[in-house]
């Protein structure tokens, strides 16, 4: 079975650039071993595409390693890019 490593990395600020929880453009996130750094409202709607990522799914048919979303809030949303890569062994 393909294992995929999944990264998380802020790309935009919208609103004034500024994050409420102090991410800055360029951050960047291992999944799983810094889910716990970053912001929780964040990581709650991004679960669902990391977990999609990380199984090898695809989102409506598309067969790209990466996509991107954003962060709850709507004054400063976070935009980020979720990428997968596969783990060689």
């Given at each position: 079975m393909t294992r995929y490593?999944?990264?998380i990395e802020v790309i935009d600020i919208l609103g004034e650039g500024k994050c409420s929880m102090d991410q800055k453009?360029?951050?960047t996130y291992s999944y799983p071993e810094d889910?716990?750094?970053m912001c929780p409202s964040s990581f709650h709607?991004?679960?669902p595409w990391i977990m999609v990522m990380e199984s090898g799914g695809s989102f409506f048919g598309s067969v790209e390693d990466h996509m991107?979303?954003?962060c709850p809030d709507y004054?400063?949303?976070v935009v980020y890019?979720?990428?997968r890569k596969i783990v060689e062994d």
């Open positions: 490593k999944v990264t453009v360029g951050d889910r716990g750094k709607n991004l679960f991107t979303t954003g004054r400063h949303q890019k979720i990428s």
